[in-house]
């Protein structure tokens, strides 16, 4: 697992060289999505070192967490330049803290353009620091997280194609 989130912002504008991990199955990175262009060019790297990856779990933080609206993300989209690195291992992506924004909602396109196996998409709402009771949770985290799940079943589970399965917690 990796935690970038908590990083300096330039992590997000740096190259980095990321050795290769060829047995590396399963990956855990936390990240900000509203650096959009920035955190896919970082993600595309890390799939790039584990060419065996199986499983990645995407744990979501934003600038802004408590706004839900979807216009707020501040979303650049591809670039005629970037380039898809296909990657042929990767069978089952999780999104952890899914919130239906324009930068959360890129993340998941970026993946199933990119995993050419890809046969899960688990979405997520839950924060993971909340204790798995939710006992420790505000009216407004889960009022947050109903609107995630409406939004993931309504809206983006229509951008999946139907050979991906797709499952909201």
Not at 2 to 18: L, P
Request: contains cysteine.
């Amino acid at each position: 697992m990796m935690d970038i989130h908590h990083m300096d912002f330039h992590v997000y504008y740096e190259n980095h060289a990321i050795p290769e991990l060829p047995n590396l199955k399963r990956f855990e990175l936390v990240v900000y999505v509203d650096f959009c262009t920035q955190s896919l060019l970082l993600l595309t790297s890390f799939l790039k070192a584990f060419p065996h990856l199986c499983t990645l779990v995407l744990k979501l933080e934003f600038i802004d967490p408590f706004s839900c609206d979807p216009r707020t993300s501040f979303i650049e989209r591809h670039r005629k330049n970037d380039v898809i690195c296909p990657h042929h291992g990767l069978e089952v992506l999780e999104i952890v803290r899914y919130r239906h924004r324009l930068n959360a909602d890129e993340h998941v396109r970026h993946v199933i353009e990119t995993a050419i196996a890809l046969k899960k998409i688990v979405i997520n709402p839950v924060h993971w620091h909340f204790h798995h009771t939710g006992a420790d949770k505000r009216i407004h985290d889960v009022k947050q997280e109903e609107i995630a799940r409406n939004a993931a079943l309504n809206i983006l589970k229509k951008q999946v194609p139907s050979t991906i399965e797709f499952v909201v917690l």
